[in-house]
């Protein structure tokens, strides 16, 4: 263990009670986590593994540190994204020893400057939500990469960065991605995205959805979460995507689908989850309605044009917390969230606790695979053992009090057979 220099910065340790009681209230929703941190607690199967983790600093995310502290890590945390740290939260984990370099609204020098302090670590273990670890261990901390022994991603976009990373033959170790488990992205990204994006913008803005156009930017897992709750709400909901068959089925689920450039006439909410860039871009934003409200939930924040927007505008003025009203050169008025960073997290407290039980779940269990399996891989992206995920389902039902049926030997024969017929 080499984290005793290390001091973590964080921006009020007084915050640290207050932190505290909302990790135990996050808890009470992540009973598989609890679970697992138990089992952990007793089996201490990641003694003596450095783990660094660049996830969002949430309660939900305190609850995983501490788990894999109590089996046994010396876990190091920093933040993946400048805006969604809860201080509180950072200030409970660094008086339970778990040094946390996140200050909520940092700029990206410290952002950074946070990543390479974590890193300082001596990792064995990278867990990344966008891989902004692993570009930078691949890129200036190329030193650390001998004594990796691997790593997990947790989000859509962190996963394409690292497949890119390995096609390109210039990943060093191997990575697990958890976003790809089934019980990680068929519910956080659906109802996870799809409640808390509708509720950071709800908080900016307090908006009422009903009767609203809400143009829902990319119809993936994260889109479609937010475009079936919007319409829950009362919302016309409009989807634009480049996926033929992801629009069909947008379609099919009851939205109106068409191009960005006919949608942008007509919005009044805009939400990206494209995981791409400028799916709002310049021409877009010329032909918005005066008022119109526009916000991304996807990882990183080039789903918008900003540049664009601060160009076509004279002047801008903040109008509430996470809301920039900009005036534009012909006199409308277009409202950014949360600078155009993942609105669910900035304005919101990201995804329920109960969804991310999951998610974390999913990384506890990887992670004390990986630390059996770690050195038997080569550095490649793979999958999420199905056993874990099946697991991770299961635990999850027990804990919801659901119990469903099995297959009789019959059946199981009968699906496994090729000669019955009509
Ligand atoms: N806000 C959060 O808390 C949160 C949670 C999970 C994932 N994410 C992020 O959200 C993003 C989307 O994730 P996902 O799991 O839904 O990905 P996905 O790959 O399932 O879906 C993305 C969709 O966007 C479409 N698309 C791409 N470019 C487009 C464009 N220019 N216009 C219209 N559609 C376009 C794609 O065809 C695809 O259907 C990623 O960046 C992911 O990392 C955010």
């Given at each position: 263990m080499t984290t005793k220099a290390i001091d973590g910065d964080i921006r009020d340790i007084s915050l640290?009670?207050?932190?505290?009681?909302?990790?135990?209230?996050?808890?009470?929703?992540?009973?598989?986590?609890?679970?697992?941190?138990?089992?952990?607690?007793?089996e201490k199967p990641l003694n003596n593994l450095r783990i660094t983790a660049c996830l969002h600093v949430t309660s939900e995310t305190a609850n995983l540190?501490?788990?894999?502290?109590?089996g046994g890590a010396d876990v190091v945390l920093c933040a993946s994204n400048?805006?969604?740290?809860?201080?509180?939260?950072?200030?409970?984990?660094?008086?339970?020893?778990?040094?946390?370099?996140?200050?909520?609204?940092?700029?990206?020098?410290?952002?950074?400057k946070h990543i390479n302090s974590a890193l300082d670590h001596k990792?064995?273990?990278t867990l990344d939500d966008g891989a902004d670890l692993v570009a930078t261990?691949?890129?200036?901390r190329t030193e650390l990469l001998d004594g990796m022994l691997a790593g997990c991603e947790e989000t859509t976009t962190g996963v394409i960065r690292l497949k890119s990373l390995a096609e390109s033959g210039k990943l060093k170790y191997p990575i697990i991605a958890v976003n790809d488990a089934d019980t990680k992205h068929y519910f956080d990204n659906r109802y996870g995205t799809g409640q808390s994006t509708l509720d950071g913008i709800t908080r900016a803005?307090?908006?009422?959805?009903?009767?609203?156009?809400?143009?829902?930017?990319?119809?993936?897992?994260?889109?479609?979460?937010?475009?079936l709750r919007a319409k829950g709400m009362g919302a016309h909901t409009i989807v634009t995507e480049v996926d033929p068959i992801r629009a069909l089925e947008a379609a099919m689920d009851g939205h109106s689908v068409m191009t960005m450039a006919e949608a942008s006439k007509i919005g009044d909410i805009f939400v990206t989850l494209t995981g791409g860039l400028k799916a709002i871009?310049?021409?877009?934003?010329?032909v918005m309605k005066t008022g119109a409200i526009v916000a991304n939930s996807g990882h990183f924040n080039v789903e918008i044009d900003i540049d664009a927007l601060e160009d076509l505008s004279d002047s801008k003025r903040s109008v509430r917390p996470f809301v920039e009203e900009y005036r534009m050169l012909d006199g409308r008025t277009i409202s950014l969230l949360g600078e155009g960073r993942l609105i669910n997290l900035a304005a919101a407290e990201g995804h329920p606790s109960a969804v991310m039980d999951m998610s974390f779940a999913n990384q506890a269990l990887v992670i004390e695979y990986l630390s059996q399996t770690g050195h038997t891989l080569g550095p490649q992206v793979y999958p999420v053992p199905k056993d874990i995920d099946i697991e991770v389902g299961r635990l999850k039902l027990e804990s919801m009090g659901i119990t469903i049926d099995s297959l009789t030997q019959e059946q199981?024969?009968?699906?496994?057979?090729w000669e019955v017929g009509t």
């Open positions: 640290a009670a207050e932190g505290a009681l909302r990790i135990e209230w996050a808890e009470r929703e992540m009973p598989v986590v609890r679970q697992i941190r138990e089992r952990f607690a007793r540190a501490l788990a894999l502290r109590d400048p805006l969604s740290t809860q201080d509180a939260v950072a200030a409970a984990l660094a008086t339970e020893g778990i040094v946390t370099y996140a200050i909520n609204g940092e700029d990206n020098d410290t952002y950074y990792p064995h273990i261990l691949h890129s200036s803005t307090n908006v009422l959805w009903a009767g609203k156009n809400v143009v829902v930017c990319g119809y993936g897992w994260c889109g479609k979460g937010v475009a871009d310049r021409a877009h934003i010329e199981e024969k009968y699906l496994a057979s």
